[in-house]
């Protein structure tokens, strides 16, 4: 079984300004890892996925995520953010191999851009 | 435009009732899921089927059933034996394979009167 720790509930910054929301993952075989994005009253979109080769994944709008399989972690970064990242994010993990079961979601973090 | 359907926005339940929400793709989609989101608690995995007339229990089952008849739809009925169904319900799909995307639906948000 996989289990998923986002260490943070919500995340202020300002306008411009850099971030990290930080992933950590436990599981006992390998697996991949994904972030997805929710907006408010809406259903959830894929930012980025790790599968395999390079460590570091980017997405079409700036964020990118590395996965750091010593520290079991996969933190999302955003260089300079904006107002329209506002939404919460979650990490997800799933385990590698055949079969189509479900993802196992961290419990979320709310990222709150102040202008 | 292809994705998933969720029906209703917005349900309501009485003591006792059974309710069925609705989650359709147009993606052609082998595996569908459903999801339930309660706050702080990120989303956790109810039900989920790999291919038509089978499904498998998630983490949450208890007190939910589903069907798969055709490919496209996954309907969940919430049952009177769910004491606590409030809550955002998720309905996802993907290609076969835990590498694959899962693409999300708007979701139905449940309430009890």
């Known amino acids: 079984a996989q289990s998923v720790t986002q260490l943070d509930s919500q995340v202020p910054v300002f306008e411009e300004a850099p971030v990290e929301l930080r992933c950590n993952y436990s599981s006992s075989v390998s697996v991949y890892l994904f972030w997805y994005v929710q907006y408010p009253n809406q259903g959830l979109q894929l930012l980025l996925k790790y599968l395999s080769g390079s460590t570091l994944v980017e997405s079409i709008n700036g964020f990118e995520a590395e996965f750091n399989k010593s520290q079991t972690s996969f933190h999302l970064r955003k260089p300079s953010v904006h107002i329209s990242d506002t939404a919460e994010y979650f990490c997800?993990?799933?385990?590698?191999?055949?079969?189509?079961?479900?993802?196992?979601f961290g419990k979320g973090t709310h990222l709150i851009i102040q202008p | 435009d292809g994705g998933i359907t969720q029906s209703p926005k917005y349900l309501f339940r009485k003591e006792g009732q059974n309710v069925t929400l609705s989650c359709e793709q147009n993606l052609n989609h082998d595996a569908m899921y459903w999801y339930r989101q309660d706050p702080g608690q990120g989303l956790r995995l109810i039900y989920y089927s790999q291919i038509v007339n089978d499904f498998q229990k998630g983490d949450i089952a208890e007190g939910y059933s589903v069907s798969r008849e055709k490919k496209e739809s996954f309907p969940l009925t919430v049952t009177s034996a769910q004491k606590n169904p409030t809550a955002f319900y998720l309905c996802a799909s993907s290609q076969q394979g835990r590498r694959e995307t899962q693409y999300f639906g708007p979701g139905t948000r449940l309430l009890v009167l």
């Open positions: 997800a993990v799933s385990a590698t191999g055949g079969g189509a079961d479900g993802l196992t």
